[in-house]
């Protein structure tokens, strides 16, 4: 797994090195943005408004409504006009309506806050999956670029391998093809290894030969590999086509 920042930002902190084996979730890199930071204080600070015109606007609608219901008793001994009293009511409708409004802005102010706070949680950079690091591109004090713009310009930050599930791809003569089918079982020796051989099976038969070499890529999953094994090791395999007959 190619692993990029999510926004862009300056390295202030490595927490890993190659070869180390990290856990799903682990902080790799920590960056750091201003820009990033200022807008979390500014949506706090927002927040904050939205609250205190929530209060007031609810204060102004318990206001509102004392005033009708003493408009209402007004008018009900005809102290007031039909003019005054529906003057009343508009005023409390428009005290619902702002106290309407008012929540909808605390409501917006959340959200504005959970967005900041998620993009300068995006400044710290954990590990989408639990292996170990093969590559490690990262510098503190690099500036990096936002995950897409990453991709475009191939800026990852490292690499993570789950050696817990590797396999072989193994190129044989498209003149053994025939013979061959995913299931079948055989052996592999690798190279830096060579005295623990392991078991393997064909996962599955490239669609496609390889027109510059003559070849079919095999996918073999391993059965109990040796510890100390590595991506990019080089391997000698055995697969059995037949009963009593083995191709190399």
Not at 124 to 151: F, N, Q, Y
């Amino acid at each position: 797994v190619s692993v990029f920042a999510k926004y862009e930002g300056r390295i202030t902190a490595i927490e890993v090195e190659v070869g180390q084996r990290v856990q799903a979730g682990q902080i790799l890199v920590t960056l750091d943005d201003a820009a990033t930071r200022f807008a979390l204080e500014q949506a706090q600070v927002d927040r904050v408004t939205a609250d205190l015109l929530l209060e007031a606007r609810k204060i102004e609608l318990e206001q509102a409504n004392s005033t009708f219901r003493r408009s209402e008793a007004l008018a009900a001994r005809q102290s007031i006009s039909r003019q005054d009293l529906e003057n009343a009511s508009t005023a409390r409708n428009s005290a619902a309506n702002a106290l309407a409004q008012a929540r909808q802005n605390v409501v917006k102010a959340d959200l504005g806050v959970r967005i900041a706070q998620e993009r300068v949680d995006g400044l710290v950079v954990k590990a989408p999956i639990a292996g170990t690091i093969t590559t490690l591109a990262a510098h503190v004090g690099d500036m990096v670029l936002a995950r897409l713009d990453s991709v475009l310009e191939n800026q990852k930050l490292l690499s993570i391998t789950d050696t817990t599930t590797l396999v072989i791809d193994a190129d044989v003569a498209e003149t053994n093809i025939g013979s061959l089918s995913p299931g079948l079982t055989g052996e592999a020796v690798l190279d830096g290894i060579s005295d623990r051989p392991f078991a393997i099976e064909v996962l599955r038969i490239a669609p496609v030969a390889s027109l510059e070499k003559g070849t079919v890529t095999l996918r073999l999953s391993l059965r109990d590999p040796p510890d100390g094994i590595r991506p990019n090791m080089a391997a000698r395999i055995r697969i059995a086509q037949r009963a009593g007959d083995t191709s190399r």
